[in-house]
T-cell receptor
Framework: DGGITQSPKYLFRKEGQNVTLSCEQN?????MYWYRQDPGQGLRLIYY???????QKGDIAEGYSVSREKKESFPLTVTSAQKNPTAFYLC??????????????FGSGTRLTVV | LAKTTQPISMDSYEGQEVNITCSHN???????ITWYQQFPSQGPRFIIQ?????VTNEVASLFIPADRKSSTLSLPRVSLSDTAVYYCLVYNAGNNRKLIWGLGTSLAVNP
């Protein structure tokens, strides 16, 4: 079955450490996204990529970095510069313009806790 | 990007029809309306999308009036498993398809 896989589901990080969240999709989608969700809040866009080897900052990119070396993969690194990294992180992918019905497919999320 | 406004919360009972209305007064000509459902600790799930009039699928119906300044998601005969947060979003069908997420509507279905 096609879908998006995020790993790990739960992640604990010590202050001052960088951590990388994995996101892999086999939907053949060109566009991929990373969102952050805090309790009781909507989703906020961190980074997005519309094509391999290209990505743009979202609304809250500070303290995060991404890469898009392959169409299927869009890993997110939470760096020590991110002041409040404890949150629920969601990865999504979508079709590009002209490719039928448009909709986001989300992964199941990674819950990051700083200890 | 058009901003959306929807009720923070709603209550219903099993077997009832639930209608959640969303306002998007500054929707543009190229904008589409889409709805997502999210359960706790899960990613949102696409429910339905539309441009105008009425769209129906196996899960829900979406009603969009002629002026497109609002839309209504209709869930027929809800069950306890429909308890979730429902997001109304407007996106531009051009090259930049970023979605702006609000707080959504938290629907509680009671027995």
């Amino acid at each position: 079955d096609g879908g998006i896989t995020q790993s790990p589901k739960y992640l604990f990080r010590k202050e001052g450490q960088n951590v990388t969240l994995s996101c892999e999709q086999n939907l053949n989608h060109d566009a991929m996204y990373w969102y952050r969700q805090d309790p009781g809040q909507g989703l906020r866009l961190i980074y997005y990529s519309q094509i391999v080897n290209d990505f743009q900052k979202g609304d809250i990119a500070e303290g995060y970095s991404v890469s898009r070396e392959k169409k299927e993969s869009f890993p997110l690194t939470v760096t020590s510069a991110q002041k409040n990294p404890t949150a629920f992180y969601l990865c999504a992918s979508s079709t590009t313009p002209g490719q039928g019905n448009y909709g986001y497919t989300f992964g199941s999320g990674t819950r990051l806790t700083v200890v | 990007l058009a901003k959306t406004t929807q009720p923070i919360s709603m209550d219903s009972y099993e077997g009832q029809e639930v209608n959640i209305t969303c306002s998007h007064n500054n929707i543009a000509t190229n904008d589409y309306i889409t709805w997502y459902q999210q359960f706790p600790s899960q990613g949102p799930r696409f429910i339905i999308q539309g441009y105008k009039t009425k769209v129906t699928n196996e899960v829900a119906s979406l009603f969009i009036p002629a002026d497109r300044k609002s839309s209504t998601l209709s869930l027929p005969r809800v069950s306890l498993s429909d308890t979730a947060v429902y997001y109304c979003l407007v996106y531009n069908a051009g090259n930049n398809r970023k979605l702006i997420w609000g707080l959504g509507t938290s629907l509680a279905v009671n027995p």
